[in-house]
């Protein structure tokens, strides 16, 4: 049984009720069709029943076994309106711009819907971008307690494969954070050992990779993992972890033996945390074009306080006080402060000066 499928074995034996919100893209209702058959999720579309209903047909997908809200007509929208004005009124929400918001994006009524219990979790991305998606969802659900960075890690599945879990591998961060500083790499390595943990259900062996194993190479970028390693073994003693580690000596026992005798993690490891998003982002690729492995991209889902698929940090505007909830690369160019990005440049320097004075970097307050 392939990797995927114990996945959806553990989804069966516990179903879950799903909202999936983009129901103008077809692949929504190819994906809801192929759920309800393998009885892996309860569907939830958002949207006129009429126009979801008569966009199935045409393709043929058979949806009758899915609930379908229409946010004009659901008897909960003004719960979810009343409830949305409540969690937003600091940052001067209307309730007319609550109505306006749920009637016209049904990604932040989905993530209502889960805020109020009436689904487990959602699922999006199909026709929104990644900034889009994950901005209800830090505005409403808020990240998990005790995260201090929002990051992306893909789950890479290589068939016959002896490394890594049986071929099961979480590769961070390979969509988000550009560069990362050692704090915020100790903080992936973390946050992605129990995401290994939580999906693949094997302890998580957590390699911090460079091109040094060891100290072989001197350089800045080398210094910074291994400082990114001291502090992550500090934080999370109970973890195995070790670093820094070329890929070979991470994963390949006989070059981990040989290149780093005596450490728990050489040759063994299969959370892997790339020094920046290029390396990971190349390295993901590789792996998934050249060894022909299944990739599962989950960006930071499992550190909201609710399950959610595809999403990335951002800074949310309240007026002159900015509430910085994770933004580490040009995303914050793309949401609604751009005050923000305009008087600081890029929020990564701002953050790292801050981060250096030993200040709470969650909050920034600007000039007008």
């Not at 971008?129 to 960075?149: V, Y």
């Not at 580690?245 to 070059?255: E, N």
Request: include cysteine; proline fraction near 4%.
């Amino acid at each position: 049984m392939g990797f995927i499928d114990v996945i959806k074995e553990r989804a069966k034996a516990n179903v879950k009720t799903i909202v999936l919100p983009e129901t103008e893209d077809k692949r929504t209702l190819a994906a809801t069709e192929k759920i309800l058959k393998e009885g892996i999720a309860k569907v939830i579309l958002v949207g006129n029943e009429e126009a979801v209903k008569k966009s199935a047909a045409e393709d043929g997908y058979d949806i009758s076994g899915a609930q379908i809200v229409d946010p004009a007509t659901s008897e909960k929208t003004q719960g979810y309106i009343d409830k949305l004005v409540e969690l937003r009124q600091k940052k001067g929400m209307t309730p007319d711009q609550a109505k306006e918001i749920l009637l016209n994006q049904y990604l932040y009524y989905g993530v209502m819907m889960v805020k109020m219990g009436d689904a487990d979790g959602m699922v999006s991305g199909a026709c929104h971008s990644t900034a889009d998606t994950l901005r209800p969802c830090l505005q409403i659900l808020k990240t998990k307690p005790g995260t201090k960075l929002v990051s992306a890690f893909f789950l890479m599945v290589v068939p016959n494969c002896e490394y890594g879990a049986n071929g099961a591998f979480v590769f961070a961060d390979s969509g988000l954070n550009q560069n990362p500083t050692s704090e915020e790499l100790a903080a992936i390595a973390a946050s992605s050992a129990e995401s290994f943990e939580l999906l693949v259900q094997e302890k998580p062996i957590v390699a911090m990779l460079s091109h040094s194993t060891k100290g072989s190479a001197k350089h800045a970028d080398v210094d910074k993992v291994v400082e990114a390693t001291k502090i992550a073994k500090e934080q999370n003693p109970e973890l195995a972890l070790d670093g820094e580690f070329q890929l070979d000596a991470a994963i390949v026992p006989s070059v981990g033996a040989s290149k780093a005798p005596g450490s728990e993690v050489a040759g063994k490891a299969n959370v892997l945390v790339f020094p920046d998003l290029d390396a990971g982002n190349i390295g993901y690729k590789l792996v998934q074009r050249l060894a022909k492995a299944e990739g599962f991209p989950h960006e930071i889902g499992v550190f909201l306080d609710y399950p959610l698929e595809d999403v990335v940090g951002f800074i949310e505007n309240a007026g002159q006080n900015y509430k910085c909830s994770g933004c580490w690369k040009v995303y914050c160019n793309e949401c609604e402060t751009r005050k923000l990005f305009a008087k600081y440049k890029k929020c990564r320097e701002v953050y790292r000066r801050l981060w250096k004075q030993g200040r709470d970097i969650r909050t920034l307050t600007v000039a007008s």
